[in-house]
């Protein structure tokens, strides 16, 4: 019983540590981190609608799913170049960063419009 109790205690401080941490990032982190999980939640939606209705234009099914997770990813790369704290990308210029960020969504949805056929 005592076992469960410290697991408990240990898993609710982790859980204030988190939460003050997140506390103190910057607004513009935190919403790249909402657009990242709106991206996330939208590919298992249509992976969830796939599973219950079917696949039948399964390309469909892979543009959209891969549309969201590639969509994710480049908006995770735009966060870790735009996080002040990161030394590695402290003279790359935010403006910069999200034209890569708008620039590599291009290609990624061109080439997904190409997949669809």
């Given at each position: 019983m005592a076992r469960e109790k410290s697991s408990?205690?240990?898993?609710?401080?982790?859980?204030?540590?988190l939460r003050s941490a997140y506390a103190a990032t910057p607004v513009n982190l935190k919403?790249?981190?909402l657009y990242v999980g709106f991206a996330v939640f939208t590919a298992l939606i249509q992976v969830v609608y796939m599973a219950s209705v079917g696949s039948f234009p399964f390309n469909s099914f892979l543009s959209g799913v891969?549309?969201?997770v590639?969509?994710?990813?480049?908006?995770?790369?735009l966060r870790i170049q735009v996080n002040?704290?990161?030394k590695e990308f402290k003279?790359?210029?935010p403006e910069?960063?999200?034209a890569d960020f708008v620039l590599c969504n291009l290609v990624l949805h061109l080439v997904i419009?190409?997949?669809l056929g």
């Open positions: 408990k205690d240990n898993a609710q401080a982790l859980f204030h540590s919403i790249i981190d891969l549309s969201c590639g969509t994710a990813v480049l908006a995770v790369c002040k704290e990161n003279d790359l210029p910069r960063a999200f419009m190409n997949f």
